[in-house]
């Protein structure tokens, strides 16, 4: 199993400002990583797949990058409705996902 | 409207069975790989199950091998999970969702169920 760990577990930014979240595979996994923003009571929503590749209806200031086992998802201008709960997830094997990174609004 | 939505959450005692189902609407279901995947309560995401798009494919997660099926009806565009020998372990919301083309992440997700198992 490809184990996925994030960084940090809780991110406090405040409005305007940039928020970074890390997220990196025990082993290699290309460019087979994606992720998903989930807010309280919902389920995830797509939100990078390809490790850069934006989701339908994805605004521009939400991006990804990395390859390989290191990846990073940046939010570029946090705005309010940005708090939630962040997952990576690697594909390049059994699926698994990362435990997660809680973005709060300062 | 495309959209997935799950029945047949519970509670359920220990060894015991359920299924779960998920109708899909909206897109071609037979045109997808579908998908469950589950939340324990306050954690994280886990993988559980997967069918291809005709349902003779299927793989599962290593802690689920034996004890969970996963099935479709493409005439009905649903999707199932029978559960059987449920442990305290497995109590989690259950998310019906669909793969992504052409690679394994989830592009649409149900709202989801609750699986509970406690005596």
């Known amino acids: 199993e490809i184990a996925m760990t994030q960084s940090p577990a809780t991110l406090s930014v405040s409005p305007g400002e940039r928020a970074t979240l890390s997220c990196r595979a025990s082993q290699s996994v290309s460019s087979k990583l994606a992720w998903y923003q989930q807010k309280p009571g919902q389920a995830p929503r797509l939100l990078i797949y390809?490790?850069?590749a934006r989701a339908t209806g994805i605004p521009g200031r939400i991006s990804g990058s990395g390859s390989g086992t290191e990846f990073t998802l940046t939010i570029s201008s946090l705005q309010s409705e940005d708090s939630a709960i962040y997952y990576c997830q690697q594909y390049d094997k059994w699926p698994t996902f990362g435990q997660g990174t809680k973005v709060e609004i300062k | 409207e495309v959209q997935l939505v799950e029945s047949g959450g519970g509670l359920v005692q220990p060894g015991g069975s359920l299924r779960l189902s998920c109708a899909a609407s909206?897109?071609?279901?037979?045109?997808?790989?579908m998908t469950w995947v589950r939340q324990a309560p306050g954690k994280g995401l886990e993988w559980v199950a997967i069918?291809?798009?005709?349902?003779?494919?299927?793989s599962y997660v290593d802690s689920v091998k034996g004890r969970f099926i996963i099935s479709r009806d493409n005439a009905k565009n649903s999707l199932y999970l029978q559960m059987n020998s449920l442990g305290v372990e497995d109590t989690a919301v259950y998310y019906c969702?669909?793969?992504?083309?052409?690679?394994?992440?989830?592009?649409?997700w149900g709202r989801g169920t609750l699986v509970t198992v406690s005596s």
């Open positions: 969702a669909r793969k992504g083309l052409p690679n394994w992440y989830i592009d649409l």
């Open positions: 069918t291809k798009e005709d349902g003779r494919d299927k």
């Open positions: 909206g897109f071609t279901f037979s045109g997808y790989w």
């Open positions: 390809g490790a850069s």
